[in-house]
């Protein structure tokens, strides 16, 4: 269950403006079918969330984060994220283990991957990034851009970005 009780007030107004409201809910069968015809297995959470937002376009908050640039909506798409993207998820799984299911796109058309236990990452361009240890708190970092973004992987050769801060 998504707790919508704690999230910001400058998020939850964000999502007012996507179209979201409380007691929102879609159909997921079109994304579950085709995705998991591809190879991916949906788990609760992931249904719960795009039954909530799917479908949704939601504007970022804070157009500038602390490390990065926030400026591309957050695309409640599964399709666009996960479908011919099998290679990518597997990847996530291999890296970080668990069991992800795309839920959408964010930045520069990364796909956004939700682990069955609640971590929240995104990835491409031979990066993955982490959002948030939960869905809430990635929803957080992905609208209103309130903390630094942390790159988890780079492909060989790739350097990490952002750059890690220095210490």
Known sequence: MIRFDSL???????LAASGWSVGRRVDVGQ????????GYRAHPLAEEILAVLGGLSIEPVNRVGPNFSNDEPYDFDPLAA???HRDLAEEV????GGDYFP???WLSYS????EAEGRVVAAGMGWIWELGSTFEYSLELAVCANRP????????GLDPWPRPESR
């Open 8 to 14: 910001s007030k400058d998020l939850l107004r964000a």
């Open 31 to 38: 994304w579950i079918k085709p995705l998991e015809d591809e």
């Open 82 to 84: 996960g479908a011919g």
């Open 93 to 96: 799984e291999r890296v970080l």
């Open 103 to 105: 839920i959408g796109e």
């Open 111 to 114: 796909s956004v991957f939700v």
């Open 149 to 156: 973004l942390v790159c988890l992987y780079s492909d060989p």
